[in-house]
């Protein structure tokens, strides 16, 4: 029996891909990047092209969902606090809102990725690497298009995200995935926290959300619509 699919637009290097992979979907990616390490059939193009190309010829139909996470440096909290203090705050285009105009239009269940901070996103779940057992924190915000599920309850963090803040060390259970120095967390730390195994690259790690995350909602959406109305849209 055939997997429904799933279109994982801005895929990076596929932590997203991983955990619908594992949840029971076929997956296509798409990124402006080559990403040779992305473990799936992919297409190097621009996301927002490639969706209104699919839109327009009809080619959208064949999928089941669409998930999409895309550069979150325009609203990221990092982007606007720490990370603009190390100069990597300059400016970045926001697509969020032309692409949840293209997936309106496209009519497919969709789900939107982006981090804490001020990105535009519609928060209907957020997730934290807590949830599932995970070695960092990561909290993720998704809005659901066509679709809904239950918010999982957020589980007390065990202490703090390991590093420097400000001046003083902090030590804790989980490490810091993202920027380089201050204590931040090495590719091998990445890899183990997040459970990615597939690339060694420090900057697909460190944009990288947890195949666990994926994983989950891509469960939670084939539960919620019947096995066969998925299928039907994928065929």
């Known amino acids: 029996m055939s997997r429904p699919l799933l279109l994982d637009l801005f895929c990076c290097a596929g932590g997203a891909a991983v955990g619908y992979h594992r949840a029971g979907?076929?997956?296509?990616?798409?990124?402006?990047?080559?990403?040779?390490?992305?473990?799936?059939?992919?297409?190097?193009?621009?996301?927002?092209?490639?969706?209104?190309?699919?839109?327009?010829?009809?080619g959208i139909d064949r999928y089941a969902v669409v998930h999409a996470s895309p550069?979150?440096?325009?609203?990221?909290?990092?982007?606007v606090g720490t990370n603009r203090s190390q100069g990597w705050g300059r400016e970045h285009?926001?697509?969020?809102?032309?692409?949840?105009?293209?997936?309106?239009?496209a009519g497919v269940p969709f789900v939107i990725e982006q981090p804490n901070g001020r990105a535009p996103v519609?928060?209907?779940?957020?997730l934290c690497g807590e949830m599932f057992g995970l070695g960092v924190l990561r909290h993720r915000n998704f809005e659901l298009g066509g679709w809904s599920v239950a918010q999982l309850a957020h589980v007390p963090h065990r202490g703090r995200v390991r590093g420097w803040r400000h001046g003083q060390w902090f030590d804790g259970p989980y490490v810091a995935a993202y920027g380089s120095g201050g204590g931040k967390a090495t590719v091998e730390e990445m890899q183990a926290a997040m459970g990615i195994t597939w690339t060694s690259t420090r900057e697909e790690l460190t944009e990288a959300i947890p195949p666990a995350y994926t994983e989950w909602i891509g469960r939670a959406f084939l539960a919620r619509v019947p096995a066969a109305a998925a299928m039907e849209t994928a065929a």
């Open 93 to 105: 285009v926001q697509l969020i809102p032309a692409l949840r105009e293209l997936l309106e239009r």
């Open 25 to 58: 979907f076929e997956v296509h990616g798409v990124d402006i990047a080559p990403r040779p390490n992305y473990p799936f059939p992919r297409e190097q193009g621009d996301a927002l092209a490639v969706l209104e190309r699919l839109i327009s010829t009809g």
């Open 122 to 126: 519609r928060t209907d779940l957020r």
């Open 71 to 79: 550069p979150c440096q325009d609203g990221c909290t990092l982007t």
